[in-house]
């Protein structure tokens, strides 16, 4: 049987985060994705701007997040995955700024992932494949930089997660790293063969799938029990938005945007188990924040609906919708 999750940011505050978890709780989820890339920012680190956030050391900041790690306890919220700050590879960024971010970065974040008891931590892949020339050398850079975090995801007891991302060219939004699902399988299966263990795994967006045009039901078919985690939500086909499932529509006939039936149906063909997990962090700043509760249960309800499908039609396949 799957969970249900979402994220933590806008609703779990360090100021108070046992009241974000009640809440999480309160509106029907079990799972959270902890967004551990709020405290250093994509658009910060695009402008070659670093916090001090990493400076503290494992013990600094295993203190700061025990309020964290205790109010979801407290709460029956299990954090099951982690976001990685991103990027990992600023291009132009220089060898101090990459560097900070592959050295320090990437290894305190997989601490307090394992501060938090949490098994999956999903990392960007580089962007990288029109400054090197190809898609191929773009996998072998991120390839060796996820070779030097093996010893500590083993130690760790940690799964790494791939993304399916998207680029901008020219104002185009075209496929990122991660977008073909054979190369994506091929690559996992040599990683875990070549390092003794499943260290690595996969994290399916469904919002990046949408802006590129991915089958959605063939890519999970083909990636199988490498699928790990989900990134669920919505958009308009032109943006990263992140909005709820069923927001948008192709026509006026309500056909959605999304192929949210090509979704459960993979998952439902892999026999995923594991969290629904919703990624849909800004819809909660557009709604007035008294009604933040309601649309987190609506969220969870659309999570419900998503299992019932997935879980019902193990038996009755007819039944997907």
Not at 33 to 55: A, G, I
Not at 218 to 223: E, I, Y
Request: charged share 20%; with cysteine.
């Amino acid at each position: 049987m799957v969970s249900i999750g979402v994220q933590t940011k806008n609703v779990v505050y360090d100021s108070d985060p046992a009241a974000g978890f009640q809440m999480l709780r309160d509106a029907g989820f079990s799972c959270a994705d902890f967004s551990l890339n709020s405290y250093l920012l994509n658009t910060s680190l695009y402008q070659f701007e670093l916090n001090d956030f990493f400076d503290r050391s494992d013990a600094e900041l295993e203190h700061f997040f025990s309020p964290h790690k205790k109010g979801a306890a407290a709460a029956g919220i299990t954090l099951n995955q982690m976001h990685m700050p991103y990027p990992l590879y600023v291009p132009n960024g220089g060898g101090d700024l990459n560097g900070y971010l592959q050295d320090i970065v990437a290894r305190k974040s997989m601490h307090i992932c394992a501060f938090f008891q949490c098994p999956y931590i999903v990392v960007h892949g580089f962007k990288l494949a029109r400054n090197l020339g190809s898609e191929e050398a773009e996998w072998e850079r991120t390839e060796r930089f996820l070779d030097t975090l093996t010893p500590l995801a083993k130690e760790l007891r940690l799964t790494i997660c791939i993304e399916n991302l998207y680029n901008s060219v020219g104002g185009h939004l075209v496929e990122g790293p991660c977008c073909d699902a054979k190369k994506a399988a091929e690559r996992i299966d040599r990683f875990n063969d070549r390092h003794h263990g499943e260290l690595l795994g996969f994290c399916f967006d469904t919002g990046h799938a949408n802006l590129v045009g991915i089958d959605f039901e063939s890519f999970l078919g083909t990636l199988g029990h490498r699928l790990k985690v989900l990134h669920i939500h919505d958009n308009d086909g032109a943006g990263d938005l992140h909005q709820i499932p069923f927001t948008f529509t192709k026509t006026r006939e309500n056909t959605a945007a999304t192929d949210w039936e090509g979704f459960l149906n993979g998952l439902r063909h892999i026999q995923f188990d594991q969290v629904l997990s919703f990624e849909t962090a800004p819809v909660l700043s557009a709604f007035p924040k008294e009604m933040k509760p309601q649309a987190l249960r609506f969220i969870a309800d659309i999570g419900t609906y998503f299992a019932d499908k997935i879980n019902f039609s193990v038996y009755n396949p007819s039944f997907l919708c």
